[in-house]
């Protein structure tokens, strides 16, 4: 690959180490080798629910998200990944259907590897093993603490943790001290990201816009006020004079 994947780490932010970091340089270097580089343009499908397509990909470059549809039709919206993150292991080591979708929200470069090769490259690198049980590990408790929060914390509070989380990973912030969320990610992503209604998520930003917290264009979101979301994450009021 090039720069997208660095002898070193991705250089993400702060909180969940991704895959890549998690490798020494040699692993990296075989699975750079045992693998080819490919682009995908924003809301192109990387993989599909339910395809035997067997291979392993790595994000280099870009935001991917995860979804997964019902016997009833239901879309659900389970998880973004960034650079540096694994995609498609779970069929990628046995074997099955792949269990969601895969789109890019943004272009992305990613490191594609089949199944095989990536297997030898496990026996020949052992912290290979030790990066994939991580990762499987972490997305466990990731998907655990999101149950919980469900269970327990108001959705305003998720909401305004989300917002904050992703102008933490993928924001820009400005001179003013505003930070833009350049991902183009519907109401309908945020609700599915915080296992909440369309109809709640959109009555809560209409009502922190009046409140002057948050501003939306057609593909992005820009938090005017982080202080108030932040009080929010921690069970404040939704609502407040600005």
């Keep these: 690959m090039t720069a997208e994947f660095p ?4 250089g993400r932010g ?4 991704p895959f890549w970091d998690l490798l020494d340089d040699p692993a990296r270097a075989t699975l750079r080798r045992a693998g080819r580089p490919a682009e995908y343009a924003a809301r192109e499908e990387l993989l599909r629910q339910d395809d035997l397509t067997d291979h392993l990909l790595v994000v280099g470059r870009g935001c991917v998200k995860v979804t997964t549809v019902s016997a009833a039709g239901y879309q659900a919206v389970l998880a973004l990944r960034n650079p540096g993150d694994l995609l498609g292991e779970q069929a990628g080591l046995d074997g099955g259907p792949r269990s969601a979708t895969l789109t890019a929200v943004t272009p992305v470069r990613a490191l594609v590897i089949p199944a095989a090769a990536f297997r030898s490259a496990v026996r020949d690198h052992p912290v290979i093993t030790g990066a994939v049980h991580q990762v499987l590990s972490a997305r466990l408790r990731d998907a655990d603490r999101q149950r919980t929060s469900a269970g327990a914390d108001p959705l305003a509070s998720r909401l305004a943790g989300l917002l904050l989380d992703l102008a933490a990973t993928h924001g820009r912030r400005h001179a003013s001290g505003t930070m833009e969320i350049g991902l183009p990610l519907s109401q309908d992503d945020f609700a599915g990201l ?3 209604s369309r109809r709640t998520v959109s009555r809560l930003l209409e009502q922190w816009r009046a409140d ?8 992005h979101l820009t938090i005017d006020n982080p202080d108030a979301l932040k009080r929010v994450r921690e069970g ?3 609502a407040g004079t600005g």
């Design 14 to 17: 702060p909180g969940r180490t």
């Design 7 to 10: 002898g070193g780490p991705t």
């Design 194 to 196: 915080i296992l909440g």
């Design 212 to 219: 002057g917290w948050v501003s939306t264009g057609r593909t």
């Design 236 to 238: 404040g009021p939704a």
